[in-house]
C-alpha cells in the first residue's frame, strides 16, 4: 500500500467523522468517502452510540418550501452561495464550511437539534445543482430565497413578509427572529466577517 493511499484513507476518514458527528446520514458518507459500508457503520455505532438509521434519505423538494425549513434552507444556501463567490470550490468541504456558518447565524445550541440538518443541507445544494430548486428574489424584502425551479421572476413572496398565521404561536420571537434571517438573506456580506476571514482564508 502505497503513503498517498494511507494519507487519503486517514483524510476520508477524518471526513466521515466530522460528517456523522455533525448527523450525516450513511448514505451522504458513502457518496463523499470511498470507505466501506461497514467502517462507516462502525464509525457511526462509536461516535453516535448507536446504528445509524435506516431508510431512504429525504429527496422531497416540498419539506424545503414549508414555511421555516424555508427561511434556514436559504439561510444555509446563501452562506454556500457566498463562499462559491468568494473562491471556494464547490463541493463537501464548502457545503460544511456553510453549514458552520448557518449554525452560527442561527446560534443553535448544542442540546437544540437545527431545523436544517446537514444531509438535507447537502441535498438541497444537489437539488441547486441539479436545476431542481434554485435561488428566487422575494418581492418585498429582496431577499434571496430557497424556490423550486423555474419559479416565474417578480412572482415570490418570503414566508417572512407573509408569514402563515401558526408563525407566530410557535416563536414568541419571531419578530427578532425575523430581522435576524433578513440580515443574512437580504445582505450576504453580513455573515459574520471573522468567521468568514477564517474559513475563506
Known amino acids: 500500500m502505497t503513503g498517498t493511499s494511507i494519507i487519503q484513507k486517514y483524510k476520508e476518514t477524518q471526513l466521515a467523522i466530522k460528517l456523522i458527528s455533525l448527523g450525516g446520514r450513511i448514505q451522504m458518507l458513502e457518496s463523499e468517502t470511498n470507505l466501506s459500508r461497514n467502517k462507516l457503520i462502525k464509525l457511526y455505532k462509536e461516535i453516535q452510540g448507536c446504528p445509524p438509521p435506516k431508510g431512504l434519505l429525504p429527496f422531497s423538494t416540498s419539506w424545503f418550501m414549508t414555511w421555516e425549513p424555508n427561511i434556514h434552507a436559504s439561510i ?6 457566498f463562499l462559491v463567490r468568494n473562491g471556494l470550490k464547490s463541493g463537501i468541504q ?8 448557518y449554525l452560527e447565524q442561527c446560534q443553535c445550541s448544542h442540546k437544540e437539534e437545527p431545523v ?7 441535498i438541497l445544494v444537489k437539488f441547486v445543482e441539479k436545476k431542481v430548486m434554485q435561488q428566487s428574489c422575494c418581492t418585498e424584502c429582496r431577499g434571496l430565497f430557497i424556490t423550486h425551479a423555474y419559479h416565474p421572476r417578480n412572482t415570490f413572496t418570503c414566508s417572512l413578509c407573509q408569514p402563515p398565521s401558526r408563525a407566530d404561536k410557535n416563536n414568541k420571537t419571531q419578530k427578532e427572529n425575523d430581522e435576524r434571517c433578513m440580515k443574512v438573506l437580504s445582505r450576504p456580506s453580513y455573515l459574520n466577517s471573522s468567521t468568514t476571514r477564517q474559513i475563506t482564508a
Open 94 to 101: 464548502t457545503i460544511l464550511k456553510a453549514y458552520q456558518l
Open 76 to 81: 444555509f444556501y446563501n452562506a454556500y452561495a
Open 116 to 122: 436544517l440538518g446537514l444531509t438535507r443541507a447537502w
